[in-house]
């Protein structure tokens, strides 16, 4: 029987078309551990899988390589899935791979400290670039889901610390596909409009999954570009998103943000009082000092030094009543300051430019179109009187 005679071509095309049928070869998953990595400028990847005693070469095409979340690396160990081919030019075969994820490690966790060490080197983390935060805001933004603990805990806390701020809402989706392009739309419409002082950019807690849009470099670059102050409220205390670290200022929760975000008119009222007893103590200490001063004067008896000590008594007595009085004129210049900036946040103030406050029968504010229905009673509040109100629709 005569011996059949085949090309290497022939061999190596046989053998691949033997392996392109393999029901199990041709989706497989692959544990092991990247060496010999390259990039081609084409955007492919080369790689060698090794484990404790073999190797398999494998190759990553370009369109596979781009939905990839980490960047593969010599020594990292991942799981790779893909069909195992032939290279019939080199007679050799590889695993050609179409799914690949860090072993061991969460793939979002990877790219999550990917992203964080990439944005901390171009220094978007430093403190040479934070804002601070207005002390007395007259309007507050806020940026997060329109229903949830959060949007309720912000609103309790300012409208109870400080209600004389206006609160803005843009609700934006916090979670799942598309949430970071709606954070960055409300950063970026706040900006445009400029109408509020200050931005809390946050939601309630979650899973790492839950949170990723907070982790999202595009959500990272428009809150350190925003040129208004951004308090990020994102999760619980132990949460820490790549939001936290570029915005200007962190809070463990959004009730935390609030709180930074707005003073209190409590803590304000009761600064005031101490500023003015300081006041009035620093004065009649010196007033006390100064009648000490006058009787130790008196006790000098010598007749030839009386006259001088008159001279001198005069001119102390002068000096104190020009410091006193100076020093109650700068007083009373900052009592105002602190009254005119109460005075320009009063409620009054608004209504004075033209706004209007529509109230119930009990006197509580109406701040919603949801709080109202057909039929019902309100009163609208001016700056030069109010109106009895009806629903008509």
């Given at each position: 029987?005569?011996?059949?005679?085949?090309?290497?071509?022939?061999?190596?095309?046989?053998?691949?078309?033997i392996?392109d049928?393999n029901?199990?070869?041709?989706?497989?998953?692959?544990?092991?551990?990247i060496?010999?990595?390259?990039r081609?400028?084409?955007g492919?990847?080369?790689?060698?899988?090794?484990?404790?005693?073999?190797?398999?070469?494998?190759?990553m095409?370009?369109a596979?390589?781009?939905?990839?979340?980490?960047?593969?690396?010599d020594?990292?160990k991942?799981?790779?899935?893909?069909?195992?081919?032939?290279?019939?030019?080199?007679?050799?075969y590889?695993?050609?791979?179409?799914?690949?994820?860090?072993?061991?490690?969460?793939?979002?966790?990877?790219?999550?400290?990917?992203?964080?060490?990439?944005?901390e080197?171009?220094?978007?983390?430093?403190?040479?670039h934070?804002?601070?935060?207005?002390a007395?805001?007259?309007?507050?933004g806020v940026?997060?889901?329109?229903?949830?603990?959060?949007?309720?805990?912000?609103?309790?806390?300012?409208t109870?610390?400080?209600?004389?701020?206006?609160?803005v809402?843009?609700?934006?989706?916090?979670?799942?596909?598309?949430?970071?392009?709606?954070?960055?739309?409300?950063?970026?419409?706040?900006?445009?409009v400029?109408?509020?002082?200050?931005?809390i950019v946050?939601?309630?807690?979650?899973?790492?999954?839950?949170?990723?849009?907070?982790?999202?470099?595009?959500?990272?670059?428009a809150?350190?570009?925003s040129?208004?102050?951004v308090i990020?409220?994102?999760?619980?205390?132990?949460?820490?998103?790549?939001?936290?670290?570029?915005?200007?200022?962190?809070?463990p929760?959004?009730?935390?943000?609030?709180?930074?975000?707005?003073?209190s008119?409590?803590?304000?009222?009761?600064?005031?009082?101490?500023d003015?007893?300081?006041?009035?103590?620093?004065?009649?200490?010196?007033?006390?000092?100064?009648?000490?001063?006058?009787?130790?004067?008196?006790?000098?008896?010598?007749r030839?030094?009386?006259?001088?000590y008159?001279?001198r008594?005069d001119?102390?007595?002068?000096r104190?009543?020009?410091?006193?009085?100076?020093?109650?004129?700068?007083?009373?210049?900052?009592?105002?300051?602190?009254?005119a900036?109460?005075?320009a946040?009063?409620?009054?103030?608004?209504?004075?430019?033209?706004?209007?406050?529509?109230?119930?029968?009990?006197?509580t504010?109406?701040?919603?179109?949801?709080?109202?229905?057909?039929?019902?009673?309100?009163?609208?509040?001016?700056k030069?009187?109010?109106?009895?109100?009806?629903?008509?629709?």
């Amino acid at each position: 029987m005569e011996a059949k005679i085949a090309t290497v071509s022939q061999i190596n095309g046989y053998v691949k078309k033997i392996l392109d049928h393999n029901i199990i070869l041709n989706n497989v998953w692959v544990k092991g551990e990247i060496s010999n990595f390259k990039r081609h400028y084409s955007g492919h990847l080369y790689i060698t899988l090794k484990d404790e005693s073999s190797v398999l070469k494998a190759v990553m095409f370009r369109a596979s390589a781009q939905s990839l979340n980490f960047d593969p690396s010599d020594g990292m160990k991942v799981l790779a899935r893909g069909r195992i081919s032939v290279y019939e030019a080199g007679g050799s075969y590889q695993l050609h791979i179409e799914e690949m994820i860090p072993d061991g490690v969460g793939e979002l966790y990877i790219a999550y400290e990917q992203l964080k060490k990439k944005l901390e080197d171009e220094g978007l983390f430093s403190p040479d670039h934070k804002k601070p935060i207005p002390a007395f805001p007259k309007s507050v933004g806020v940026v997060t889901a329109s229903t949830g603990a959060a949007i309720r805990d912000i609103i309790n806390v300012i409208t109870r610390r400080y209600p004389m701020a206006e609160i803005v809402i843009y609700p934006a989706q916090v979670q799942g596909a598309g949430a970071a392009e709606s954070i960055v739309r409300a950063i970026e419409y706040f900006n445009a409009v400029k109408e509020v002082d200050t931005l809390i950019v946050g939601r309630g807690g979650g899973s790492i999954e839950d949170l990723w849009a907070f982790n999202e470099e595009i959500t990272a670059r428009a809150i350190f570009a925003s040129e208004i102050p951004v308090i990020s409220a994102v999760g619980h205390e132990t949460d820490f998103t790549i939001a936290d670290f570029v915005s200007d200022m962190r809070a463990p929760t959004p009730s935390a943000a609030a709180e930074i975000a707005v003073p209190s008119m409590l803590e304000l009222y009761n600064r005031i009082i101490t500023d003015k007893n300081r006041i009035v103590r620093n004065m009649t200490g010196r007033i006390e000092n100064s009648r000490l001063l006058l009787r130790r004067f008196k006790m000098r008896t010598p007749r030839d030094r009386i006259d001088e000590y008159n001279l001198r008594m005069d001119s102390l007595v002068k000096r104190m009543a020009g410091s006193v009085k100076m020093r109650a004129m700068s007083l009373r210049r900052s009592l105002a300051e602190q009254a005119a900036k109460l005075d320009a946040l009063s409620p009054l103030q608004t209504l004075s430019r033209g706004y209007s406050i529509p109230t119930k029968e009990d006197g509580t504010v109406i701040r919603s179109a949801k709080d109202m229905e057909k039929g019902i009673e309100f009163t609208l509040r001016m700056k030069d009187g109010s109106a009895e109100c009806v629903v008509k629709e």
